[in-house]
């Protein structure tokens, strides 16, 4: 899968090895950057979804871009904030963090690493893809249950622990899972 993230970002070798130095590089305030994670899903750090779009840096000074997953998702203050605390103590100062609103997110974004995880930590990843085409059209394949595989699943609340996950259950272990919805 090649997302915009991979098409604009260091590849994830660099930037561990810029972490490992101590020069400041856009690299690095990347590496940095992407050590942030979402305080709804604590498994996926901000780069593993596709939030952190890019970082720049200009002497001591870094500028991180983000796209928020949903607006108004609450989460979103708190990896703002994670950001600038995490560059700070790396030394950088100011840090400017944008929202970039478009193009919008959409879980396309998230990468093949972040839907592995979510899946170990009992979430459902999201399924299928969200094309655009006259307006967002959104495609959904099964939900396979993160416990046992099964795809006889079905959906129990369009609502789960958050807003932006469902609640299903599984006929087959009959455990409850939520799903990360597609958008
Ligand atoms: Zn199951």
């Known amino acids: 899968m090649v997302t915009l993230r991979q098409a604009q970002g260091p590849d994830a070798a660099q930037g561990a090895d810029a972490a490992r130095g101590s020069g400041r590089s856009r690299e690095h305030a990347w590496a940095v950057a992407a050590t942030v994670t979402d305080p709804e899903v604590p498994v996926l750090t901000i780069e593993d979804l596709g939030v952190l779009r890019s970082a720049e840096v200009d002497g001591d000074r870094a500028t991180v871009t983000l796209t928020p997953t949903y607006s108004g998702c609450p989460a ?38 972040g839907k592995r995880k979510l899946t170990k930590y ?49 006929l087959d272990c009959l455990e409850p899972f939520d799903h990360f919805k597609v958008i």
């Open 76 to 113: 979103m203050d708190a990896m703002r904030d994670d950001v600038i605390l995490a560059l700070n103590a790396a030394g950088y100062s100011p840090v400017e963090v944008r929202m970039v609103l478009s193009p919008a997110w959409t879980t396309d974004w998230m990468t093949d690493a």
């Open 122 to 170: 009992g979430i459902a990843p999201p399924s299928g893809r969200a094309a655009l085409q006259q307006g967002i059209i959104r495609l959904q394949l099964a939900v396979k249950c993160p416990r046992c595989g099964s795809l006889r699943t079905r959906e129990v609340s369009r609502f789960g622990s958050t807003s932006c996950k469902a609640l299903f259950e599984c």
